[in-house]
């Protein structure tokens, strides 16, 4: 049976994990190039992108899940993908607060959309998305990871903890992914006016990358080193629910200062036909 302070926990990292420098840049991508010509899948982009995504870490999981019962993985595999995910989470969180610190214009930093063919990623068909997402999730770092949820599932409930794990990572996912794409698609309808906003809305995501990155990672290496930093379940459901409220806040406060900037010029034009003669 799968504790249900591990499974916030692993909502949470789907939740970082859909904030990645790399979903951030891919999905903006896909919503610059669609919100003219495809202003639906411009909105639901982030939500292609994380089906996508999510079918290769199922995949993953469950493939591992099932051969954990023909054969055993060696015990040195566990802790060395725990050290590796760590190392990943601790130079993503490194690298976007030193953009942070440093450019006046932040851009997210990450690695992995280099893997995508550029064919591919130039598609604007929602099933190219959806193919997209899928190719991230079997890049090192998420694959490793599905792999040891599958490898621990095999003593929790086999193959049906494994579709737990999945889902529930999936769902904090989607929640990041799908807000990402609606924020954007949102606030480039507002045409010259989203260049200042977008630029908050994108640093605001990038603090909270470097904050979920490095606490992820220590909380992760504490455990790996032995201490007992066991959180309650309160203190995990906590912490996921204000992670996912600061991303819907992100999205309302980007929708509020769109419609402000939208009013204020029709405000004045109300203004200078009172006063014209």
Known sequence: MIEF???????????????????????????????EARPRLALWAGTFFAIGHSLSVAAVAISVSLAAGVFALPTWTAPLVDV?????????????????LTQARYTPVGWRSGLVPKRLRNSTHPLAVVAI????GLVFDTATQAAAWGAAATTRGGTTAALVIAATFALGMMLADTLDSQIVARLLRTRGRAAATMQRYRRAVGWLVVTLSFGTAGYALAELAGLDVALPDGAFTA?????????????L??????????ARPSAKHKISRRISP
């Not at 406060?253 to 939208?262: D, L, S, T």
């Open 133 to 136: 997402g899928a190719i991230f």
């Open 84 to 100: 590796a995910v760590i190392g990943l989470l601790l130079i993503v969180g490194t690298l976007n607060l030193h953009a942070l």
């Open 253 to 262: 406060a980007g929708r509020w200062r769109g419609n402000c900037r939208e």
């Open 239 to 251: 912490f996921g629910v204000a992670a996912a409220a600061t991303i819907v806040l992100l999205l």
């Open 5 to 35: 302070s591990a499974l916030w926990l692993i909502f949470v990292l789907g939740l970082r994990h859909g904030l990645d420098p790399d979903h951030v840049a891919v999905i903006d991508n896909i919503v610059f190039r669609t919100v």
